[in-house]
């Protein structure tokens, strides 16, 4: 028996039914212009107004965002960097195509976000670099962090992959650190019609070693400085769709929110972990619970028609890549995370009958 989703964990036709994108599309055809032309400096030019942050690059997808911040700030070679374990390998990724190395940071039990007392002990064994993520959309305890790293000298990373629009104290996530990163892949907050990323940063020496990498090492035209220059380029038609969105975003990201409020208001008698914040810290790029029996409660709702999914179920150290080698290593509130977080759905779009069905589908577990 095949059992029909009343509710999908994320819907990209009705997260972008509010848009005319084809407008937007047929904009770019008509220009016959399709690689860093008017759309991406015209979009360059928004998100880094919306963010607070002097200047944005552009580029083809949030890997390479993170491995060309990285390899902005310095990382070499038999670098080590410092990077939390439980957001999907996605930092890794980039420190391992540096020939770099993770050092991973346990996470706060509340926010999941990496914790600011684990990170202490590491700082002082000197890594290259830190990755900040803000996973699922929460900000990690950002001043902190940021004031650690700045009194050891060395240069913070912020991934707010998940995170776009998300404020503290009035600043938004990837205004704080030397250099923020962000992806446009569909299922993001703000998401494009296929791949997409974005390096920020207020210091322009960062941002142009950025803009050499993303396009072969040039200084400007056929002039080489870098080495390991990369293509890797946001195209136009990703481009006009992203600024058809990004004036929607912070609206997008309340409904969002709304979504997650009325969560953790129903479920707050149940014996579930729930989000730490339904504040403007949260911008509910996923909404994720805590469960003891997770595999019966993802059947339960199965059942119900509610899809759901795990973000993320193995921890970074405890990937087969590293054959066990990495499985020693002291991150107790990470692996209990993986063991028991899910996720709910919580997009822009969903119907208030939807949330409904979904309270109600989980309170019928208990
Ligand atoms: C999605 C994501 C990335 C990677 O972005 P891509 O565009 O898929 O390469 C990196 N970090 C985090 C936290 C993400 O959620």
Same mark, same amino acid.
């Given at each position: 028996?095949?059992?029909?989703?009343?509710?999908?964990?994320?819907?990209?036709?009705?997260?972008?039914?509010?848009?005319?994108?084809?407008?937007? *599309?047929?904009?770019?055809?008509?220009?016959?212009?399709?690689?860093?032309? %008017?759309?991406?400096?015209?979009?360059?030019?928004?998100?880094?107004?919306?963010?607070?942050?002097?200047?944005?690059?552009?580029? +083809?997808?949030?890997?390479?965002?993170?491995?060309?911040?990285?390899?902005?700030?310095?990382?070499?070679?038999?670098?080590?960097?410092?990077?939390?374990?439980? +957001?999907?390998?996605?930092?890794?990724?980039?420190?391992?195509?540096?020939? !770099?190395?993770?050092?991973?940071?346990?996470?706060?039990?509340?926010?999941?976000?990496?914790?600011?007392? +684990?990170?202490?002990?590491?700082?002082?064994?000197?890594?290259?670099?830190?990755?900040?993520?803000?996973?699922?959309?929460?900000?990690?305890?950002?001043?902190?962090?940021?004031?650690?790293?700045?009194? +050891?000298?060395?240069?913070?990373?912020?991934?707010?992959?998940?995170?776009?629009?998300?404020?503290?104290?009035?600043?938004?996530?990837?205004?704080?650190?030397?250099?923020?990163?962000?992806?446009?892949?569909?299922?993001?907050? =703000?998401?494009?019609?296929?791949?997409?990323?974005?390096?920020?940063?207020?210091?322009?020496?960062?941002?142009?070693?950025?803009?050499?990498?993303?396009?072969?090492?040039?200084?400007? %035209?056929?002039?080489?400085?870098?080495?390991?220059?990369?293509?890797?380029?946001?195209?136009?038609?990703?481009?006009?769709?992203?600024?058809?969105?990004?004036?929607?975003?912070?609206?997008?990201?309340?409904?969002?929110?709304?979504?997650?409020?009325?969560?953790?208001?129903?479920? !707050?008698? =149940?014996?579930?972990?729930?989000?730490?914040?339904?504040?403007?810290?949260?911008?509910?790029?996923?909404?994720?619970?805590?469960?003891?029996?997770?595999?019966?409660?993802?059947?339960? *709702?199965?059942?119900?028609?509610?899809?759901?999914?795990?973000?993320?179920?193995?921890?970074?150290?405890?990937?087969?890549?590293?054959?066990?080698?990495?499985?020693?290593?002291?991150?107790?509130?990470? =692996?209990?995370?993986?063991?028991?977080?899910?996720?709910?759905?919580?997009?822009?779009?969903?119907?208030?009958?939807?949330?409904?069905?979904?309270? %109600?589908?989980?309170?019928?577990?208990?």
């Amino acid at each position: 028996m095949t059992i029909k989703t009343v509710v999908p964990l994320f819907s990209a036709s009705l997260v972008n039914s509010r848009f005319d994108l084809a407008s937007a *599309l047929k904009r770019v055809l008509d220009s016959n212009s399709f690689v860093l032309g %008017k759309e991406v400096a015209q979009f360059e030019l928004e998100f880094a107004r919306h963010t607070q942050v002097e200047h944005c690059v552009s580029v +083809a997808n949030g890997s390479d965002a993170l491995e060309l911040a990285l390899r902005a700030v310095g990382v070499v070679n038999g670098s080590r960097v410092a990077c939390v374990a439980n +957001a999907g390998f996605y930092s890794s990724t980039a420190i391992h195509l540096l020939g !770099a190395v993770p050092v991973y940071v346990d996470v706060d039990a509340h926010s999941l976000n990496m914790c600011e007392r +684990a990170l202490a002990p590491v700082l002082e064994t000197r890594p290259a670099a830190v990755i900040v993520t803000h996973l699922y959309g929460q900000m990690a305890a950002i001043d902190p962090i940021v004031r650690q790293c700045r009194a +050891a000298g060395i240069p913070l990373i912020e991934d707010c992959a998940q995170a776009h629009g998300a404020l503290h104290a009035g600043r938004r996530a990837g205004s704080f650190a030397d250099i923020s990163c962000f992806s446009f892949y569909p299922t993001k907050n =703000l998401g494009a019609l296929g791949d997409g990323g974005a390096v920020l940063s207020s210091n322009i020496d960062l941002i142009a070693a950025v803009k050499a990498l993303r396009q072969y090492g040039w200084a400007r %035209k056929y002039e080489v400085t870098r080495i390991c220059g990369r293509n890797s380029r946001l195209d136009e038609l990703q481009a006009a769709v992203l600024r058809e969105k990004l004036p929607v975003l912070d609206e997008q990201n309340a409904e969002r929110r709304a979504i997650a409020a009325r969560y953790n208001h129903a479920f !707050a008698a =149940l014996p579930l972990r729930l989000p730490v914040s339904v504040g403007e810290d949260f911008v509910a790029h996923l909404y994720v619970v805590r469960a003891e029996r997770r595999e019966q409660f993802r059947a339960h *709702l199965l059942e119900c028609g509610v899809a759901t999914d795990v973000h993320y179920p193995i921890a970074d150290t405890m990937q087969p890549l590293f054959g066990g080698r990495r499985a020693a290593e002291m991150l107790p509130v990470t =692996l209990d995370a993986c063991a028991s977080v899910m996720s709910l759905p919580c997009f822009p779009g969903m119907t208030s009958d939807d949330v409904e069905h979904v309270v %109600k589908s989980v309170r019928s577990f208990f």
